[in-house]
């Protein structure tokens, strides 16, 4: 009996403890099944350093696989890196994504790029925090989150458009930096070139949540630029454009890989080092002229503002010869009187000055003699008929060489209009002497009266000379008058057609006719001294144009995976304003995505440009971009952009060529080294003028 219930008691003891066993079995399953259904979904673009849950299991969407979505390391991976797209290259999921096990871990000093599973992640040399991605799977004794804690602290950028993938670190740019793009991609995306070199460090006041930036110990390079040795244009003469030689492609093979050593990086400080070679330049032209005005010059009555709608730097070449006569001679000077008062004479806008020609010609007045329409109409009155042969030609070089100077009164900022009085015809050849004032920026007009009989015409020396003499043969720059007594009836459509600011636009030279725009790579392996050199780089080939709204006018575009616009064509209307905004373009710091520049510069600048400007894009860069360069160049190139490309150190050979415009060999240059850009300031430009100067005229 007593055997009986001791058998029973441990029955229902057994049987207690396997029920209380099998409970608890239930209760751990349950909550095994609630931490596994109930796991938090991040995006495709979610990088593992805006989460702050050390170790966490999350589900990633389909269709993470994409380019736009970075990675950075093998294995073990960067904490800027896409946290869904390093799990498809190490393979834990696929393109359709899926539960994945996330687990930070220490930085490391440098991250092996690979290509895995379609993923191409990218080289790093250093950075302080890492992550580790396996299966979705639970470790025993952990906890998980049912929902993640991301960064409090959001990200700026520096444009108002929407924010992209890569533009999710957290962190302030300091001072040192004096970065506009405080957006926490310039953390994030403070990368390299694959296998290139390491991250430009930034200084950054840490916050609790902040992925920490990484550091170089590498000494800056000198940032001073050895100057190009330009020959200033002394005088707008301008002789038959010199020969490009071949050669000027300096694309090194692949295989070479000489950089020089003291690219690798630079330190934060030098984001404030002022640039002692920052030297604008001098003004293009010489004051080396001078006349008898200028000794003497006659007194200023009155200064007048003039018509500000009508800005041109205007010489009119008065036929002095003796076959006009004295009576038609004065006919010629009412004319001119009349045409000064209709134009509205003043320093803001039409100067005026005269040249009387002859057997030889000489200056009457030049632009800065008179500044309102009533005393330069008087001063008209007074001049004294020369005499002598019709030396049209002959006028025109004097114009050319000695008329449009600094020490004349020219202002740089407007148009330069020559308009030539023929009475009957020349004496001497034109159409050179034109084709030289013209390719100097002159525009030239023709007023001819009373044109040669057909009994006279075998006395031409130079048959149809005004087609030969102005830029088209439109009519827009030359008028015919039947007689001296109707020439009154010219004025109006000759000062409408000088005041046409618009459409002077073919007799332009290489220097005055481009809306020139700069796509400068601000990317992290540039560095901050080799941006200053860049720039100065920029600035040398901007001062040797003539900057104006109605001249050369000059754009900027920084780009890393972003793009910025630091200053379009209509911003700065002078040469010293363009060189000081040049000078402020502060540096970036991120990836290249060069192709996204190049469609960038084509809406943003070259879509703006005007009508009558050639459109020419610099581009530099010093490495592979990170996307298709191809098809943007191609477009921009179908649009009439001519494409000029500067590569430095680990630019790429195949990119540089398919951004230029054809040939590629004339429009695509090769430096080692940022030191060296200087030494194809002169070549760059004796490019774009034999370009320019090689396109027919009429």
Known sequence: ???????????????????????????????????????????????????????????????????????????????????????????????????????????HSGYRGSFSNGVRSLSLPRWRESFLVSEGKPRKGVTYPSTLEYSSSKSTAVKS??????????????????????????????????????????????????????????????????????????????????KTGPGLHRVREMGSSSVHPAYASV???????????????????????????????????SISQGNQNCKVDLSFLMDGSW???????????????????????????????????????????????????KDLRNAIEKIQQKGGLSNVGKA????????????????????????????GWPTDRVEEASRLARESGI???????????????????EPNFVDKAVCRTNGFYSINVPSWFSLHKAVQPLVKRVCDTDRLACSKTCLNAADIGFVIDGSSSVGTGNFRTVLQFVANISKEFEISDTDTRIGAVQYTYEQRLEFNFDKYSTKQDVLNAIKRISYWSGGTSTGAAISYASEQLFSKSKPNKRKIMILITDGRSYDDVSLPAMAAHQNGVIAYSIGV??????????????????????VDEFDNLYRYVNQLIQNICTEFNSQPRN
């Open 649 to 670: 150190a680990w630019a790429a050979p195949d990119e540089l060529e398919a951004i230029a415009s054809d040939p590629a060999k004339e429009h695509s240059f090769f």
């Open 396 to 423: 025109l070089s004097f114009v050319n060489k000695n008329f449009f100077l600094d020490a004349n009164g020219n202002r740089g900022g407007a148009p330069n209009v020559v308009v030539v009085m023929v009475d």
């Open 1 to 107: 009996m007593k055997a009986t219930v001791i058998a029973t008691f441990f029955g229902v003891f057994l049987t207690c403890t396997y029920t209380a066993k099998e409970a608890t079995k239930k209760t751990k399953k349950a909550k095994l099944y609630f931490a596994l259904t109930d796991v938090p979904q991040i995006d495709c673009d979610v990088k593992a350093g805006k989460i702050i849950n050390p170790e966490f299991i999350a589900k990633c969407p389909p269709g993470c696989q994409d380019v736009k979505y970075r990675v950075y390391g093998t294995d073990i991976y960067a904490s800027f890196s896409s946290i869904c797209n390093a799990a498809i290259h190490s393979g834990i999921i696929d393109n359709t994504g899926g539960k994945i096990l996330v687990q930070k871990v220490a930085g």
């Open 323 to 373: 076959s006009i006569g004295k009576r038609r001679f004065q006919l010629q000077k009412r004319f001119l009187g009349n045409v000064a008062q209709a134009l509205g004479i003043g320093s803001a806008g039409p100067l005026m000055g005269i040249v009387q020609y002859g057997d030889d010609p000489s200056t009457e007045f030049n632009l800065k003699t008179y500044a309102n329409s």
């Open 443 to 461: 525009n030239i007009f023709f007023v001819t009266v009373e044109a040669a009989a057909q009994s006279e015409k075998q006395n031409v020396i």
């Open 267 to 301: 330190v934060a400080a030098a984001a404030t080092m002022e640039i002692d070679s920052w030297k604008p330049g001098l003004s293009l032209f010489d004051t080396g002229f001078s006349t008898k005005e200028e000794l003497n010059p006659k007194p200023l009555e």
């Open 161 to 242: 458009e929407p924010k992209k993938p890569e533009q999710d670190l957290k962190g302030t740019k300091s001072a040192d930096t004096a970065k506009t793009s405080e957006k926490a991609s310039d953390q994030g995306d403070t990368v390299h070139k694959a296998h290139q070199t390491t991250p430009v460090p930034t200084s950054v006041t840490q916050m609790a949540t902040t992925t920490p930036t990484p550091t170089t110990t590498t000494t800056e390079p000198s940032t001073t630029v050895p100057q190009p040795t330009t020959t200033p244009a002394a005088t707008r003469t301008t002789a038959a454009p010199a």
